[in-house]
């Protein structure tokens, strides 16, 4: 670890995120109100880190996501104590740090959670239980015509094919939604995947295998990092 503090150089990480664009990854560090850059050579070894951007209305950034401009998409959960005016916000920096926008969530939640999928629509996770999808223009919650929507979600994935996952921190619960943000139980009216999961001959499963997730990813094979 490289930082101010070797012990602990992102006070809160709470996300990192990669720009293919840059060849750099980025990590929030939620209690800092810091968004850090980070430069690995090839071998992997970190080879710089700074402070990409930092103070301001930043507070408690959590969620992190690039676009396909290179620009980077920042859950800023804390803003509702920082602004005073009761909204949330997601916003965005340009490669020089520079805020070039900003989406309002409103009264919908603290945001903690962001992707994209391969048509450019970004997706939000809340602290209050909200799944959003913005386009560019119209922000829009999902719907959940069967009621076993996410309780507290918090993380987000969008697979190719468009169908969409979203971590449950609360309910320890894997939601998933089709591309139209319909909810796909498990076939028995329960989130899609639901403790306790299968697991291998001879490994022992814990009664409750998911205990506060916060996040997903693909490996490369397309499964599911939880």
Not at 5 to 10: A, M, T, V, W
Not at 51 to 68: H, M, Q, R
Not at 71 to 83: E, I, T
Not at 120 to 126: A, F, K, M, P
């Amino acid at each position: 670890s490289v930082g101010v503090d070797p012990g602990n150089p992102f006070p809160g990480l709470s996300s990192i995120a990669y720009n293919p664009m840059t060849n750099q990854f980025f990590a929030a560090g939620n209690n800092s109100n810091t968004i850090y850059r980070l430069g690995f050579n090839s071998s992997g070894q970190l080879v710089s880190q700074g402070a990409f951007v930092s103070g301001g209305l930043l507070s408690g950034p959590a969620g992190l996501a690039f676009d396909s401009s290179g620009n980077l998409y920042v859950a800023n959960s804390g803003n509702r104590a920082v602004s005073g005016s009761g909204s949330s916000d997601v916003f965005v920096y340009d490669s020089s740090g520079n805020q070039i926008n900003t989406i309002s969530l409103g009264a919908n939640g603290n945001p903690n959670g962001l992707t994209f999928d391969t048509n450019g629509r970004l997706y939000i996770t809340t602290t209050f239980g909200q799944v959003m999808r913005y386009d560019g223009s119209n922000l829009t919650a999902l719907t959940n015509p069967g009621g076993n929507g996410p309780f507290g979600p918090n993380g987000v994935l969008v697979a190719p094919s468009g169908e969409i996952y979203v971590a449950d921190v609360f309910g320890n619960n894997v939601l998933k939604y089709d591309a139209a943000g319909n909810e796909i139980t498990n076939g028995l009216g329960n989130a899609w995947a639901t403790p306790p999961l299968p697991a291998p001959p001879g490994v022992p499963v814990p009664s409750f295998p998911f205990n506060g997730i916060s996040g997903l990813a693909f490996d490369k094979d397309g499964n599911i990092i939880v």
